[in-house]
Structures are given as structure tokens and as C-alpha cells.
């Protein structure tokens, strides 16, 4: 089976959310015996290529356009061209609103719609920019001839919000990488420790600062929990979202009990989870929410929001808490602290959760679609008989 992706996003260095979705599955699949070819217009990653076995997968680099024509006109080309199978965008958009192939979108979210879009003021919605990629991206999810997304409760907002078929709709979970669940010594944590000076203690959060996130809310349960002894450490954010946190910080008088950390290197993540008492995730809207995953396999207590997905994709694994007031995140933090039973039950039930989601699965889960969508084109093309 040939399958075509829209790889040009792997031409950014990092590998937050699409990205490291993509970057994985691409991997699974090398290993899975499908013939890959990643399309681009601008120079892809040797990183982020080192993950995939060499020999399965092909570069197409296209010459300089623009990116709609590179998108409508040079990306059904190339299908045609290579004779591929599936074309797949592995993000939110991506797609030619007419190809030779069929067309299979990871759609991760309605998140556009449903958070941020309804909290635009109308007159930006107006803008012609806005509006162009509001319509680009509604086509390529209409275009589409399946979409995957990454759980039950993405798959009910994009039927509620963008009025996608039901049928069409595959929900395949994404997965921690096999790194996270494995062991590490206590000289790996030391360094960890030293090179990050780190507190003997703390609560952990990894992930973007954007409003939806909601570190204020984190920041004040952590107030709130008034927990002497114990520091909480924020991975990621920007120098500016750094700044603008520090007037909350003094407000709360907690500004010497957290820690920022900025971005902080991939190989390092595995250890910044298992070296915390928990991790904590606020967010008011996921699609999936990987960090849960990762967190659980190492082992690490993992507290979520009850909030969109995160409940479904915790399951059993650890606790969650309601967003309505910091009471209930701050006691589970005072319990955490206190508490090493419960701590360790926690941990116990992070790595039997971790254990439902693995790449592997969603590869394969990946390639049924892909499967069945031929097999239903076939069907359609077949001569009706008496």
C-alpha cells in the first residue's frame, strides 16, 4: 500500500502536539510494511526522519509556490504521479479539495470552533485572512473521505460543531513513546535534578502557556493547597508568558515555591515525570491530551481536569478535579503531599492505564482505515449486478 502524508509540518524543529503525532505514527507505519511518501515544500527534519526505518519512505520536496497552489494543484499531481493509495494529512487541514486517491484527515479537534473561533470578536471573524482559513480548513474536512480523530469526545464535537458525518469518523487514541515507561536509575534523576535545579519536591506541569491551558487556575490551587516543603515546577511557555506570570505569582506570594523551566529538551522528559510527586494537567479544552499518557507511564501520579477529553483518556489512571473552584485540585495536591499510600496507588494505576494506549495500536488501528477505505471504493465502483 502506498500512502502520500502532507509531512511539510515536519520541517518545524520542535514536536509539540501535531508534530509528534505525526512523527510517530509515521514511524509505526515504516515499521508496518506501508510505502510512504512524505510530501513538502519546505526541508523536512533529519530528526525527526531518524525515527522512520530508512528505505521505507520517500522525500517529494516540491519547487518554490505558494502554499494554496502547493496544496490544491501540486499535492493531487504528485499522488497521481507516484500512484499512491491514501493521501493523509496528519493535522487540521491539508487536504486538495479534489485528488486521484482518497483522502484521509487526522482531524485532533474542534478546538477552532469551539473554543477559540467562539471567543473571537465578531468583527475579526470578518478579517479576509480569517475567513480564508476558516473556509480552507471546513472544505478539507468536508473533502476528506475518512477522518481520524484521537477521541470519543473530539468525535462528538466535530458532529456537533462542524456537521461531519458520523460515519466517517474513526477514533484512533495516540500513545506515549516505549521511552517514557521505561525504568531509570536514580543517577539519571540525580543529573536530571542538577542540570534542571530542581526542588527535592515538587508538582509537575508540562505543555503550552495559551489561555486554554489555564495555568492561573493551577497557580492558585497550588496557593490555595499552602503546602510548606513542596515547589511546583512549570516546563515549557515563552519568555513573554514567563513575564507576564510573574505579576500572578507575587500576587499569590508563591513566586519562591515555583519554578520555570522553559522549554525543556525531549530526552529529559521521561525523568522531569518520574522525578515529581504528580503531574498536573488544568486544561479547560483537549483533544486527546498526550501529557496524560507520558505522565502514566512513567509512573507518575497524574491529575487531569474534568474537563472535555482528559477524564476519558485518564480513565482509571489517576484523579481528576473540577474547574469551577481551586478547592478540589488543592486537596488533592495536600493528599499527594501527605499521603504515600495514596501516592503510590496512584502510580500503580498510572502504569496499568499506560498500558491500554501504545503507538503499535494506533499505527495498526491507522491502517484498517486505510483498508477499509479501499475496500469500500472498490465496492463503489463495482458494476451493479442483477
Request: glycine content about 6%; some cysteine.
Amino acid at each position: 500500500m502506498r500512502v502520500a502524508f502532507n509531512a511539510r509540518g515536519l520541517s518545524d524543529t520542535t514536536l509539540r502536539g501535531w508534530n509528534r503525532y505525526t512523527v510517530n505514527l509515521l514511524a509505526e507505519l515504516s515499521r508496518q510494511g506501508i510505502d510512504l511518501y512524505l510530501y513538502t515544500d519546505k526541508e523536512l527534519q533529519q530528526d525527526h526522519l531518524s525515527r522512520l526505518i530508512p528505505d521505507t519512505y520517500r522525500v517529494v520536496l516540491s519547487p518554490p509556490m505558494r502554499y494554496l497552489k502547493w496544496e490544491q494543484v501540486w499535492l493531487p499531481r504528485q499522488c497521481a504521479a507516484d500512484s499512491v493509495d491514501i493521501l493523509h494529512t496528519p493535522i487540521n487541514f491539508g487536504l486538495p479539495w479534489r485528488s486521484p486517491c482518497l483522502r484521509v484527515m487526522t482531524l485532533h479537534d474542534a478546538i477552532d470552533m469551539v473554543y477559540y473561533r467562539a471567543r473571537t470578536r465578531w468583527w475579526k471573524k470578518l478579517a479576509p485572512a480569517d475567513i480564508r482559513t476558516y473556509l480552507n480548513h471546513r472544505m478539507a474536512a468536508a473533502c476528506a473521505d475518512r477522518i481520524i480523530t484521537v477521541s470519543n469526545h473530539a468525535r462528538e464535537d466535530l458532529i456537533a460543531n462542524l456537521g461531519l458525518a458520523a460515519a466517517k469518523i474513526d477514533v484512533i487514541y495516540e500513545a506515549a513513546e516505549a521511552r517514557f515507561s521505561e525504568p531509570l536509575t536514580q543517577p539519571a534523576l540525580d543529573q536530571i535534578r542538577l542540570q534542571y535545579q530542581l526542588p527535592s519536591r515538587y508538582i509537575l506541569y508540562i505543555g503550552g502557556w495559551e489561555t486554554r491551558k489555564n495555568i492561573p487556575f493551577l497557580l492558585k490551587s497550588f496557593a490555595a493547597a499552602n503546602l510548606p516543603g513542596l515547589s511546583l515546577v512549570l516546563a515549557g511557555g515563552k519568555p513573554a508568558q514567563m513575564t507576564e506570570l510573574a505579576d500572578t505569582l507575587r500576587s499569590l506570594s508563591i513566586a519562591g515555591r515555583v519554578k520555570l523551566l522553559g522549554w525543556v529538551h525531549e530526552r529529559d522528559l521521561p525523568a522531569l515525570y518520574a522525578g515529581s510527586l504528580a503531574f498536573v494537567y488544568p486544561s479547560e479544552y483537549e483533544g486527546f491530551g498526550l501529557q496524560l499518557c507520558e505522565a502514566m507511564a512513567a509512573g507518575c501520579p497524574t491529575l487531569a481536569a474534568r474537563a472535555t477529553s482528559l477524564p476519558e483518556v485518564l480513565g482509571a489512571g489517576g484523579e481528576t478535579f473540577a474547574l469551577d473552584s481551586p478547592n478540589e485540585l488543592a486537596a488533592l495536591l495536600k493528599r499527594v503531599n501527605l499521603d504515600d499510600t495514596f501516592r503510590t496507588d496512584l502510580s500503580r494505576r498510572a502504569r496499568l492505564r499506560s498500558a491500554d494506549f501504545s503507538w503499535a495500536s494506533t499505527a495498526s488501528r491507522t491502517i484498517g482505515v486505510y483498508e477499509s477505505s479501499l475496500a469500500q471504493r472498490v465496492t463503489q465502483k463495482s458494476p451493479q449486478t442483477a
